[in-house]
């Protein structure tokens, strides 16, 4: 395996091309085969009255969580859907990024056509495709925004653009715009430039022993943080807008 | 004129000089983007993680909380290292 093709993505054209004339076929099928996974694996955990040792963690994993969008959200009423809406994007967002630490099986463009890599390269991660990471962090904002029209009322919502003074309006505009840049932007290059990393870094030594402990560092552990911090974000910009 | 017909002509009418030029201003920048990028983050990271060791020094039975949000505050800080890191790939590989 060479260095070709790296950080080149499989984009199939139909129609006139252009903006939504394009379709990047490995995401789709590998966030359509996550979401799969994640419903197969909820359906197998049963809730009982007496809790079983599965029932026990997933238990106390979403109560750690529960606790901090309890102390963050501070209208009760919305703590629920708050909770629900960061929860389904950390366990999505958590299963990719951890495929990005396993090997498996992606797909590369080459000049000479499409080059298929079987347990050389690993799983390709939906996250390392900014389109997937802009809808949701866009998604964040308009429902953080609508959640702050419903609870306040849009005369008050229309007001706090305008504080503390009226010459802070253009800044507050901004600053609402840069939040789901810097959210988006913060995942898709912690996964995609480590997987870049990953792979210059074990082309160096010729693929020695190095990847397995590179992996474990940028696909699990770091994985798993960037995905703790997208929904814990997630938590903290709708709450600071109710 | 848009990039990359200017560099089309660098290269075409440069020759040798052109491809030279073209290639040095690419490397130089991404070089100079993930070094200098690196700096800011790299002080921010350290401040978060001594003043967490010094936390954790004089509340030992919080050290697990601590940790967590250190972790947390590590990886917000990071964020513009991760841009800078984003400019030099995109200079390096996406650039015509």
Same mark, same amino acid.
């Given at each position: 395996m060479s260095l070709e093709g790296i950080g080149e993505r499989w984009i199939v054209y139909f129609g006139n091309g252009g903006f939504f004339g394009q379709l990047n076929p490995m995401t789709l099928i590998m966030s359509f085969s996550i979401m799969i996974m994640l419903v197969l694996i909820a359906r197998k955990i049963k809730f009982e009255r007496i809790p079983g040792r599965v029932q026990g963690a997933v238990e106390t994993f979403f109560d750690s969580f529960w606790q901090i969008t309890e102390e963050v959200v501070p209208n009760p009423e919305y703590r629920k859907p708050t909770f629900v809406i960061a929860m389904t994007l950390f366990l999505y967002i958590l299963v990719s990024n951890v495929l990005g630490g396993i090997p498996g099986i992606n797909v590369t463009p080459l000049a000479s056509g499409i080059n298929v890599q079987l347990f050389t390269d690993v799983w390709y991660s939906?996250? &390392?495709?900014l389109n997937v990471n802009l809808s949701y962090a866009i998604m964040v904002l308009i429902i953080s925004h609508a959640f702050a029209i419903k609870s306040k009322g849009f005369v008050s919502w229309f007001k &706090?653009?305008?504080?503390?003074?009226?010459?802070?309006f253009p800044m507050n505009i901004v600053s609402e715009i840069a939040k789901p840049i810097s959210h988006s932007f913060r995942l898709f290059g912690n996964i995609m430039g480590g997987g870049m990393l990953v792979l210059i870094l074990s082309s160096i030594v010729k693929y020695f022993v190095l990847p397995v402990f590179l992996w474990a560092i940028f696909g699990w552990f770091f994985g798993i943080v960037q995905a703790f911090v997208f929904s814990l974000l997630t938590i903290v910009y709708i709450g600071s807008m109710l | 004129m848009d990039l990359k017909t200017m560099l089309e002509t660098l290269v075409t009418n440069g020759g040798y000089l052109g491809w030279g030029l073209y290639y040095l201003g690419k490397l130089l920048a991404a070089g100079l983007c993930m070094g200098i990028g690196a700096i800011g983050p790299a002080l921010g990271e350290g401040k978060i993680g001594a003043s967490a060791m010094e936390a954790m020094a004089r509340q030992p039975e919080l050290s697990g909380t601590i940790r967590t949000n250190m972790i947390l505050a590590d990886a917000i800080a990071e964020t513009t290292g991760i841009y800078s890191l984003l400019i030099a790939i995109i200079l390096l590989l996406v650039l015509p």
């Open positions: 939906p996250t &390392s495709d &706090s653009f305008f504080e503390p003074t009226p010459i802070m | -």
